[in-house]
Structure formats: structure tokens, C-alpha cells
């Protein structure tokens, strides 16, 4: 079975979703891991799938004139940490919009071997506001990478967080 990477990129309308995942149903792909989301009045997705596919037909299945879609074959990999090997965290950062913040940012947690798993951001009038969950390997000293954060934060006139993930419930 093969693997492949699919993006879309489209203007938001009721049943996007169901008609590009109904495509992919159609045509034998399996959605392994997906990321839907809303991106300035445009529907943004992501999606890994698996199945005899042919990125050639997943293209003409998926293209319409208001879709953008890529689609490739790629390699599996190994996740950055294997469960239980790795410490969850909650990363947020509020405050006015301006450039680098992402990069300011993302650049502390890289620094110390954090991953960024997830992150999604809105900019809301002038508050701009980033939520991240973050992995970060066992040996690093939290509470220096939090002194980190905060100076970075501070540099750039916001309130950054950074908590453990809260196990989950039995």
C-alpha cells in the first residue's frame, strides 16, 4: 500500500469536506491522519492517505475551478516521539501582531529538541494569538526553557504559557 500526502486549498462553502473526503473514499483512499481547517474564509486541508492510489487520478477526482490540490507519494515515518517517550505540553502566546513571533517562538522550543505537533493562530482585531502543542524530549529542563519563552515573550510585548498536557480521563 502506498502512502500519499494530499493538500486543498479552496474558498469555504457547506459540503467541501464531504465531497474531497467522498472523492477519496471513491477512488480507495484511506484517511490516515487529516487537518481541516479554516484560513481566512478559505478551507485548508492536509491529509495522509493510504491505498493503491495513483496521484494522477486523485488529482483529477480532486480538482474543481474553486479547489487547489497537490498530491504525492511519500515515504511513512516514524513519529518525532514514540508515546511514553516524550513530555506533552501546551504551548499559547498572546499579544500584539507582529512579524517573527512564529519564528521567535518556534525557534526556543527547537533549540531544546521541541517538536510543535499542532499549531493553529488568529489574528483577532490587533491580539494576535498562537495555541501549540508541543513534545519535547525527557532530559530537557523545563523550567529554564519556560525562563526562555518568557524572555522571548517579553521581547516581543506578549504572555506566552507553557503547560504539561493534562493526562487523559480513564
Same mark, same amino acid.
Given at each position: 500500500?502506498?502512502?500519499?500526502?494530499?493538500? +486543498? %486549498?479552496? !474558498?469555504?462553502? &457547506?459540503?467541501?469536506?464531504?465531497? /474531497?473526503?467522498?472523492?477519496? $473514499?471513491?477512488?480507495? *483512499?484511506?484517511?490516515?491522519?487529516?487537518?481541516?481547517?479554516?484560513?481566512?474564509?478559505?478551507?485548508?486541508?492536509?491529509?495522509?492517505?493510504?491505498?493503491?492510489?495513483?496521484?494522477?487520478?486523485?488529482?483529477?477526482?480532486?480538482?474543481?475551478?474553486?479547489?487547489?490540490?497537490?498530491?504525492?507519494?511519500?515515504?511513512?515515518?516514524?513519529?518525532?516521539?514514540?508515546?511514553?517517550?516524550?513530555?506533552?505540553? +501546551? %504551548?499559547? !502566546?498572546?499579544? &500584539?501582531?507582529?512579524?517573527?513571533? /512564529?519564528?521567535?517562538?518556534? $525557534?526556543?522550543?527547537? *533549540?531544546?529538541?521541541?517538536?510543535?505537533?499542532?499549531?493553529?493562530?488568529?489574528?483577532?482585531?490587533?491580539?494576535?494569538?498562537?495555541?501549540?502543542?508541543?513534545?519535547?524530549?525527557?532530559?530537557?529542563?523545563?523550567?529554564?526553557?519556560?525562563?526562555?519563552?518568557?524572555?522571548?515573550?517579553?521581547?516581543?510585548?506578549?504572555?506566552?504559557?507553557?503547560?504539561?498536557?493534562?493526562?487523559?480521563?480513564?
Amino acid at each position: 500500500m502506498e502512502l500519499s500526502a494530499v493538500t +486543498v %486549498l479552496g !474558498v469555504d462553502r &457547506p459540503g467541501v469536506i464531504a465531497a /474531497v473526503t467522498g472523492s477519496l $473514499a471513491d477512488c480507495g *483512499a484511506n484517511i490516515q491522519d487529516s487537518t481541516m481547517t479554516l484560513l481566512g474564509g478559505h478551507v485548508a486541508m492536509m491529509l495522509l492517505v493510504s491505498g493503491d492510489l495513483d496521484c494522477d487520478e486523485v488529482l483529477k477526482r480532486l480538482r474543481t475551478s474553486d479547489l487547489v490540490v497537490t498530491a504525492s507519494a511519500i515515504e511513512a515515518r516514524r513519529h518525532f516521539c514514540e508515546e511514553g517517550d516524550g513530555l506533552g505540553y +501546551v %504551548l499559547t !502566546v498572546h499579544g &500584539p501582531d507582529r512579524t517573527g513571533i /512564529v519564528s521567535a517562538v518556534s $525557534a526556543v522550543l527547537a *533549540a531544546d529538541g521541541g517538536n510543535i505537533t499542532g499549531m493553529s493562530t488568529r489574528l483577532t482585531g490587533r491580539l494576535y494569538v498562537l495555541i501549540a502543542d508541543v513534545e519535547l524530549p525527557k532530559e530537557v529542563d523545563v523550567a529554564a526553557l519556560m525562563r526562555r519563552l518568557a524572555a522571548v515573550g517579553a521581547g516581543l510585548d506578549a504572555e506566552i504559557t507553557f503547560r504539561p498536557v493534562e493526562p487523559d480521563l480513564p
